[in-house]
């Protein structure tokens, strides 16, 4: 497992651990942000993919956490992504 993977589980099991502390399910969730269907945020918990940062604000109000903390995250695995990017871009 590559360190971005690692920080993507973290990512997921993060929002999967507020999102049940609220009391909200996947579906929920997606209903709240405008998605039609809870995969998005299925995707989000098991680590496939991350929120969009444009839906960072609204998704912490509806994990009631901290926007800041929650893109902490997710900026942490953007930038070994971009790092990963440009290496093989460097390296070949």
């Known amino acids: 497992m590559t360190s971005k993977d ?21 579906a ?6 405008g998605y039609g269907t809870p995969q998005f ?3 989000w ?3 496939v993919s991350l929120p969009p ?4 604000k609204k998704l912490a109000a509806l994990l009631d956490v901290s ?5 902490e995250l997710i900026l942490e695995i953007e930038v070994l992504l971009a790092a990963e ?4 871009k460097f390296w070949g």
Do not use: P, Y
Not at 28 to 33: D, F, G, L, W
Not at 53 to 56: A, P, T
Not at 67 to 71: D, Q, R, T, V
């Open 6 to 26: 690692s920080v993507k589980i973290k990512v997921g099991k993060f929002i999967r651990s507020k999102r049940e502390r609220v009391g909200l399910s996947q």
């Open 28 to 33: 929920e969730i997606a209903k709240r942000m």
């Open 41 to 43: 945020v299925s995707n």
């Open 45 to 47: 918990e098991r680590g």
């Open 53 to 56: 940062v444009s839906s960072i």
């Open 67 to 71: 926007a800041e903390g929650l893109f």
């Open 85 to 88: 990017k440009f290496e093989r």
